[in-house]
T-cell receptor
Framework: EAQVTQNPRYLITVTGKKLTVTCSQN?????MSWYRQDPGLGLRQIYY???????DKGDVPEGYKVSRKEKRNFPLILESPSPNQTSLYFC????????????FGSGTRLTVV | ELKVEQNPLFLSMQEGKNYTIYCNYS?????LYWYRQDPGKSLESLFV?????AVKQEGRLMASLDTKARLSTLHITAAVHDLSATYFC??????????FGTGTRLTIIP
C-alpha cells in the first residue's frame, strides 16, 4: 500500500531532551515536507526537501532540523524541545509534476512538558 | 507576506442544502489544493487546481480557481452528513512552499 509512515504517533517528552520523529514513504517521491498543525493556525510548513541532500526552510523552521540522506526518509529532529513545540506534526510527500498533490502521514502528536 | 484566508471558519448547514467555502490568497499563484480532514485523522487530497478557470468535481463537491481574483471556491451541493469535516485550501507559491488556510469546519445537520 502506498503510504507515508510517521513514528511515533504520540510522544510526551520533557523540555530539552532531543527527539526525532521519523517519516518514510514507499512511493519513490522526490518531494517531502514537514508541517505542524495548531488550533486556529491551520498547517504551517516547517521544512521541505526537493530531493536527496536538498532541503530548505519553510515558514516556521526555528527549533527544528531535518535531513534527507535517502529518498524515502525525511526525519524531523528537535535538538532541544520547548513547550511551544507542542503540536500535531505531519509529514507529506509527492511526486514531481504540478498535477500531483501531497500524501500525508497519519500525524505525530507531540507534547513537551 | 503570503496570506491565505478561508471563509467561513465554521459552517453548520442542513442536509440537502448548498453552500460555498471561499479561499482568498494574497500573492500570485496558479496552483491550489483542497484537502479534507476528519477529526483526529490525517489530510486527504480532494482537488488540485492548476490554472485560471480550472474546475473540478467529485460527487457533491466542486472546486474552482480564479487566479486573477486570487480566489478559489469549494461548492457543496445537497449536503449529506458524510461531508462533515474540516476543509483546507493550500496555495502553492513555488519551490514547494505551500501555505494553508486556517480551515473551515463544516457540520452537516440532519
Amino acid at each position: 500500500e502506498a503510504q507515508v509512515t510517521q513514528n511515533p504517533r504520540y510522544l510526551i517528552t520533557v523540555t530539552g531532551k532531543k527527539l526525532t520523529v521519523t517519516c518514510s514513504q514507499n512511493m519513490n517521491h522526490e518531494y517531502m515536507s514537514w508541517y505542524r498543525q495548531d488550533p486556529g493556525l491551520g498547517l504551517r510548513q516547517i521544512y521541505y526537501s526537493m530531493n536527496v541532500e536538498v532541503t530548505d526552510k519553510g515558514d516556521v523552521p526555528e527549533g527544528y532540523k531535518v535531513s534527507r540522506k535517502e529518498k524515502r526518509n525525511f526525519p524531523l529532529i528537535l535538538e532541544s524541545p520547548s513547550p511551544n513545540q507542542t503540536s500535531l506534526y505531519f509529514c507529506a510527500s509527492r511526486s514531481t509534476g504540478e498535477g500531483y498533490g501531497y500524501t500525508f502521514g497519519s500525524g505525530t502528536r507531540l507534547t513537551v512538558v | 507576506e503570503l496570506k491565505v484566508e478561508q471563509n467561513p471558519l465554521f459552517l453548520s448547514m442542513q442536509e440537502g442544502k448548498n453552500y460555498t467555502i471561499y479561499c482568498n490568497y494574497s500573492t500570485t499563484s496558479d496552483r491550489l489544493y483542497w484537502y479534507r480532514q476528519d477529526p483526529g485523522k490525517s489530510l486527504e487530497s480532494l482537488f488540485v487546481l492548476l490554472s485560471n478557470g480550472a474546475v473540478k468535481q467529485e460527487g457533491r463537491l466542486m472546486a474552482s480557481l480564479d487566479t486573477k481574483a486570487r480566489l478559489s471556491t469549494l461548492h457543496i451541493t445537497a449536503a449529506v452528513h458524510d461531508l462533515s469535516a474540516t476543509y483546507f485550501c493550500a496555495v502553492y507559491f513555488g519551490n514547494e512552499k505551500l501555505t494553508f488556510g486556517t480551515g473551515t469546519r463544516l457540520t452537516i445537520i440532519p
